[in-house]
T-cell receptor, first 112, second 118 residues
Framework: KAGVTQTPRYLIKTRGQQVTLSCSPISGHRSVSWYQQTPGQGLQFLFEYFSETQRNKGNFPGRFSGRQFSNSRSEMNVSTLELGDSALYLC???????????FGQGTRLTVV | DAKTTQPNSMESNEEEPVHLPCNHSTISGTDYIHWYRQLPSQGPEYVIHGLTSNVNNRMASLAIAEDRKSSTLILHRATLRDAAVYYCTLELFKLRIAGGTSYGKLTFGQGTILTVHP
């Protein structure tokens, strides 16, 4: 079956702009989580959605937001981009708690 | 949140077993232990997970200490393709009182860079 698909794979934005990243989970997976990966901070949890509801949120400023649609596809948005937002953004989907997570290839965001 | 501690790096020879340790002394009784590995420019790949009992799958084995404060990922015969960053993660459990549903988030440590020598 198809894996987790993230689009776009690469993105270059200017400081102050906003960006929207997309994630299509594996069919049947209702849980979608987002992570930020940087060399200095490693993998950090952003938020998790389950059945269109945000179930958990990490320690990120309000500029980072997300949503999940009825078909489980998810988007995350970062407004007023800063240089420090440059990172690999990863999406993972799961059936639910206590199950394995499947990660996408990630979106590499560069803010200049 | 509970955290994990792993050695920064480990080395192994091809076809030898590898034991990757992880400490999670602040784990709660309902937190799952997951292991993922990541190759450069790729997303993490699931390896194995468990709650209390030791687990085996086609990729590896997971040995969980009786007090659950530590665990060990065992690769029975390392290959060059096993060279990666290995993350021991905890799936933290929170029960939503309203609606009775539960959810969990994965917390990642810094990982162990595994080098496999031919």
């Amino acid at each position: 079956k198809a894996g987790v698909t993230q689009t776009p794979r690469y993105l270059i934005k200017t400081r102050g702009q906003q960006v929207t990243l997309s994630c299509s989970p594996i069919s049947g997976h209702r849980s979608v989580s987002w992570y930020q990966q940087t060399p200095g901070q490693g993998l950090q949890f952003l938020f998790e959605y389950f059945s269109e509801t945000q179930r958990n949120k990490g320690n990120f400023p309000g500029r980072f937001s997300g949503r999940q649609f009825s078909n489980s596809r998810s988007e995350m948005n970062v407004s007023t981009l800063e240089l420090g937002d440059s990172a690999l953004y990863l999406c993972a989907s799961r059936v639910g708690r206590g199950t394995e997570a499947f990660f996408g290839q990630g979106t590499r965001l560069t803010v200049v | 949140d509970a955290k994990t501690t792993q050695p920064n790096s480990m080395e192994s020879n091809e076809e030898e077993p590898v034991h990757l340790p992880c400490n999670h002394s602040t784990i709660s009784g309902t937190d799952y232990i997951h292991w993922y590995r990541q190759l450069p420019s790729q997303g993490p790949e699931y390896v194995i997970h468990g709650l209390t009992s030791n687990v085996n799958n086609r990729m590896a084995s997971l040995a969980i200490a009786e007090d659950r404060k530590s665990s060990t990922l065992i690769l029975h015969r390392a290959t060059l393709r096993d060279a990666a960053v290995y993350y021991c993660t905890l799936e933290l459990f929170k029960l939503r009182i309203a609606g009775g549903t539960s959810y969990g988030k994965l917390t990642f440590g810094q990982g162990t860079i595994l080098t496999v020598h031919p």
